[in-house]
């Protein structure tokens, strides 16, 4: 059975640009979420999605976006990039959302320059 | 602001002893609780969860949780040099609406 999946698994961005990073649940998993991960911050929570609709968020300003398409898969987008966004970015999928905890794709290392 | 606290560590434990990692949380009515590790370079993976108050085992671990004092821990016993890594505890608050991540313990287990 495949597990979550990322991709690219690296990227640099300059300051200002944008950025896209995807993610492929485990097939049957209907929730998607996404975590920042940093040093000094830890596992921080920017948004869950459910059958397509975000139904939770995170405490992240609006350059931070994402969506869910039809077959679950999910995007984040990173408009405007600071310095501060270098980070991992983490995918994780679920059954139904929360009660079964999430498992976790490999992450995207996000480096802003 | 619902928190979710753990001791940084690094909390050493000898080969063979067991290591026994606390987590508190603030919000009295979360309803369900998870360890994930943690290995350096790699994404948290889920090793136990447990809902109901008293212990949940699994293989070495022991998951306890004490709703009325609010704090969730896990043993890991015949400890090996391969659990060391950062644990993490994550709640599920009240609503079952957001699920909040404590900043992680990282264990050591000397040889």
């Known amino acids: 059975k495949a597990g979550v999946t990322q991709t690219p698994r690296y990227l640099i961005k300059t300051r200002g640009q944008q950025v896209t990073l995807s993610c492929s649940p485990i097939s049957g998993h209907r929730s998607v979420s996404w975590y920042q991960q940093t040093p000094g911050q830890g596992l921080q929570f920017l948004f869950e999605?459910?059958?397509?609709?975000?139904?939770n968020k995170g405490n992240f300003p609006g350059r931070f976006s994402g969506r869910q398409f039809s077959n679950s898969r999910s995007e984040m987008n990173v408009s405007t990039l600071e310095l501060g966004d270098s980070a991992l970015y983490l995918c994780a999928s679920s059954l139904d959302g929360l009660n079964y905890g999430y498992t976790f794709g490999s992450g995207t290392r996000l480096t802003v320059v | 602001q619902k928190e979710v606290e753990q001791n940084s560590g690094p909390l050493s434990v000898p080969e063979g002893a067991i290591a026994s990692l606390n987590c508190t949380y603030s919000?009295?009515?979360?309803?369900?609780f998870f360890w994930y590790r943690q290995y350096s370079g790699k994404s948290p993976e889920l090793i136990m969860f447990?809902?109901?108050?008293g212990d949940k085992e699994d293989g070495r671990f022991t998951a306890q949780l004490n709703k009325a004092s609010q704090y969730v821990s896990l043993l890991i016993r015949d400890s090996q040099p391969s659990d060391s890594a950062t644990y993490l505890c994550?709640?599920?608050?009240?609503?079952?609406?957001?699920?909040?991540f404590g900043p992680g313990t990282r264990l050591s287990v000397l040889p």
């Open positions: 994550a709640v599920i608050d009240n609503y079952g609406q957001n699920f909040v």
């Open positions: 447990i809902y109901s108050n």
């Open positions: 919000d009295r009515g979360s309803q369900s």
């Open positions: 999605y459910f059958s397509e609709t975000q139904r």
